[in-house]
């Protein structure tokens, strides 16, 4: 007779599995701070891969832990916590250096220090995993009880590891995950114990101290040496000047006298009569240097007289300005000095615009300023024609990864209505590591172009450049021969170069500032050495020839344009280029390294697949389904395991775009799928007699949410963008719910079929959807990048009909049919 799982008893699983989410989220944390977040990708793998193992090693030897069970749901939240402990100092300490991983002759060591990382963190995820496993197969009858507790206690992990964020410094979150485990252990005191009680309780509460001394009192987490933040942290005289811990980001606030700001100003600056760039204060999160502060309150802003961003205004005298950004606040000064008329600011992220409203800045007690937080996106819903300018702040792409939202295709659309017939739009794209995200920049303007019905987009377009940056300009009406006139002359009198303008002739352009075409495939130099280049000149006309398709579509580099659907600015690699990239991995940025790390984990996630797959089945032979009962529970728990994240995946891009914020994004999309999937999974307890109702209610929920999301969700969050950001949250919670209900009950009811007599080859059901669950990962990033969000929403659609055709038959014909 099967043991009947006592309510009571599901509180330990819900701890241990709030407990193992809080842990996998703080280590993103950890990565994105002391590394750079595309190397939070691992956290994802080496969890589910802890999981997968443990569920093939379970099955392997099923017998042996059920019988032991009992001491083994106590002692292993105990061992969770010194695993997680020793783990963590381990990933402290390891030597791993991301540039070097990008050094053909040092990136065998890097390799090392990467699995390094996997093996400090296995055991813990590999523990957590053998303990969720051990409850579903020592007590099979309660499965969807089980399951539901294991969601909603992620989800409450999720939730309150972010709402910790606000007070814990991001590398002491984890003091704050031991006392979970702790009390998960005392929950289940063995019978045998439990008249030894009170030494047990205290062996447990000295353990927690000595965690917890070792986390304040041994664990020295860093910032990474290589990120912008460790020179200046680290000079003589640095203060701290004010500091945010939020979920978006940790926030320092740097005085010390490398503090500049960061403008582009011509070399002729003082010839011109304008001043240096002010001291200003540095604003970093995780490390990144994100924007400057002013430092003084009185600061000469003649400096802008020199700078690049500053010829619309020449075109363009007493402006009505709009901001996409304000790089710190100066913008807005610089603007009113440059004659703008009226000036709304957008500064979207809520930490920089509260640092701005702070630093008592005079220009926003003008009457001509407004400055908001709203989104670039809520421009399309904006009254048409009310801007001479549109001007994108130099630093805003880097200040946040919504930000990449304001340079999609679709962004540039909305920039050209709310601008006058006769207005322009400046877009600043960084030069710094290739031309080919100005050449990306420039297509996506080109089409945007033409969606807004303009012919000829090479007339209406502007390119000009420093050594580091180009200004690209948009107009609703063709430049003309005067107003490319004074570019010229302005470019002339600060040594910045004119890259493109309707009817340029390279030949009689000089070229102060030299821009060689390079070629990536071969390494060479192809433009001529005799006189100085202009490598984006050269591809700015091929962008507006009329060979564009075949140049576009022959590039090296995906050009491609961003949209809402698909927004990677940092994505120009092409996957049939793989051989070429890898050979010239060094000349790569490290914006693009989180592609390649994508098709690492994948490689390595269908490695894992294979190895689930097959090792239970040659390791056990009793109780093994039929052939054809394997096949489809393969086919179902892999389905399972994609479309799952596939749609949480989707969601959280969505979400991201809805709520201006990334990690918001992320903490809303993940803990109400997981909660309602919970609650799901608890629901589904009601169809164990007729599993294959449960199953057809469930797929078609989701398939008409599937449908109607593919059909009308983009129309929807656009048309409520303009709502609070509580009103907001509460409505993405309400378009995730019922979908997340229904995913919630195929799982239970899958591995419902495999009690009994097909027990052992319970918990292998269970790894397959762990380990189909570490392939969907990067595979729908990858999915995303070259086909965009909504493909993998329509291959999430399939995944659901393949879950219904496959779900596993009744065990046999002496068990009850559970049909």
Not at 144 to 157: E, F, H, N, V, W
Not at 475 to 491: D, G, N
Not at 690 to 719: N, T
Request: charged share 15%; hydrophobic share 50%.
């Amino acid at each position: 007779m099967v043991e009947r799982l006592p309510q009571a008893r599901l509180a330990p699983l819900f701890l241990v599995s709030l407990a193992a989410i809080a842990f996998e989220i703080l280590l993103t944390r950890y990565f994105a701070i002391a590394n750079w977040s595309e190397y939070g990708y691992w956290v994802i793998s080496i969890t589910m891969v802890g999981f997968s193992v443990s569920g093939v090693v379970l099955s392997l030897c099923k017998d042996w832990f059920v019988r032991r069970s009992g001491g083994l749901l106590f002692i292993t939240p105990l061992l969770l916590m010194v695993f997680a402990c020793a783990g963590y100092y381990l990933v402290t300490v390891n030597p791993f250096n991301p540039l070097e991983f990008q050094n053909r002759d040092l990136w065998l060591d890097q390799l090392l220090n990467i699995w390094k990382y996997y093996a400090a963190l296995f055991p813990f995820f590999f523990l957590a995993g053998l303990y969720v496993g051990l409850y579903f197969v020592a007590f099979q009858e309660q499965i969807p009880r089980s399951y539901a507790a294991d969601l909603t206690g992620a989800g409450a992990g999720a939730l309150l590891i972010l709402a910790l964020m606000f007070w814990l410094h991001p590398f002491d979150l984890l003091a704050a995950v031991f006392p979970f485990l702790v009390l998960a252990t005392l929950m289940q005191l063995p019978d045998a114990l439990r008249h030894r009680r009170v030494p047990v309780y205290a062996a447990a509460l000295a353990l927690l101290a000595a965690c917890e001394l070792i986390t304040f009192g041994f664990i020295r987490a860093d910032f990474n040496e290589y990120k912008a933040i460790y020179p200046p942290l680290h000079v003589d005289g640095n203060r701290i000047v004010d500091e945010i811990r939020s979920p978006r980001g940790y926030f320092l606030v740097l005085d010390n006298f490398t503090e500049r700001l960061d403008i582009d100003l011509s070399n002729n600056f003082s010839v011109l009569g304008a001043a240096g760039p002010p001291a200003t204060y540095g604003l970093y999160t995780d490390g990144n240097r994100i924007t400057s502060l002013p430092k003084k309150l009185d600061y000469d802003v003649s400096y802008v007289t020199a700078a690049l961003d500053t010829f619309p205004f020449e075109l363009k005298p007493a402006p009505r300005s709009l901001l996409i950004g304000t790089r710190g606040g100066f913008r807005i000064r610089e603007v009113l000095g440059l004659g703008a008329a009226k000036v709304t600011a957008l500064e979207p992220d809520p930490s920089v615009f509260r640092l701005i409203q702070d630093g008592a800045e005079p220009a926003l007690r003008d009457p001509r300023v407004t400055l908001t937080r709203d989104s670039p996106a809520l421009l399309a819903t904006w009254a048409a024609g009310g801007y001479d300018i549109v001007d994108i702040a130099s630093d805003f792409l880097s200040q946040a990864d919504a930000n990449k939202f304001a340079f999609t295709r679709e962004a540039v659309r909305a920039y050209l209505h709310v601008l006058k017939d006769d207005g322009v739009a400046s877009i600043q794209v960084s030069m710094r590591e290739f031309t080919v995200y100005t050449v990306k920049m420039l297509e996506t303007v080109r089409q945007a172009l033409i969606e807004h019905g303009v012919r000829d987009p090479a007339r209406h377009v502007i390119v000009y450049r420093s050594s580091w940056n180009a200004r690209i300009l948009v107009s609703k009406r063709p430049f003309s021969p005067e107003q490319v006139q004074t570019l010229r002359e302005f470019c002339e009198r600060r040594s910045f170069d004119t890259s493109y303008y309707p009817g340029i002739d390279p030949a009689r352009v000089a070229v102060w500032n030299d821009l060689p075409l390079v070629s990536f495939e071969h390494e060479t130099i192809l433009s001529g050495t005799d006189r100085a280049n202009d490598a984006l000149s050269d591809e700015a006309l091929r962008i507006f020839a009329e060979d564009n398709l075949e140049f576009v579509n022959g590039h090296f580099f995906n050009l491609a344009p961003s949209t809402y659907d698909r927004p990677f600015f940092y994505s120009v690699l092409h996957l049939s280029q793989l051989g070429g990239i890898l050979k010239k991995i060094a000349l790569i940025p490290r914006e693009e390294i989180g592609y390649l790390i994508n098709l690492a984990v994948l490689a390595q996630a269908l490695v894992l697949a294979a190895v689930v797959l097959g090792l239970p089945l040659v390791g056990r032979r009793a109780g093994k389904p039929g052939a054809g009962v394997l096949v489809e529970t393969v086919f179902y728990f892999a389905g399972l395991g994609l479309g799952f994240l596939f749609l949480e995946i989707y969601l959280i891009e969505k979400v991201s775009f809805y709520l201006n914020d990334r990690t918001y994004a992320f903490a809303a999309v993940l803990s109400a799928m997981l909660m309602f999937s919970g609650f799901g999974s608890f629901y589904a307890g009601r169809y164990l007699e007729r599993p294959r109702r449960g199953i057809a209610v469930a797929c078609s929920a989701a398939l008409v949410w599937i449908v109607l999301a593919y059909l009308f969700l983009d129309e929807a969050l656009l048309a409520t963008l303009g709502l609070s950001f509580a009103l907001k949250c509460m409505l993405t919670a309400l378009i995730i719910a019922p979908l997340a209900f229904a995913l919630g009950i195929p799982f239970p009811l899958g591995l419902y079929q495999f009690r009994g007599t097909r027990s052992n080859f319970l918990p292998w059901a269970w790894s397959l959807n762990g380990a189909f669950s570490v392939i969907s990962t990067p595979l729908a990033n990858l999915l995303a990048v070259a086909a965009g969000y909504k493909m993998v929403l329509v291959l999430s659609l399939l995944l659901y009909v393949i879950v219904f055709l496959a779900f596993p038959p009744a065990q046999d014909s002496n068990q009850p049919n559970p049909r």
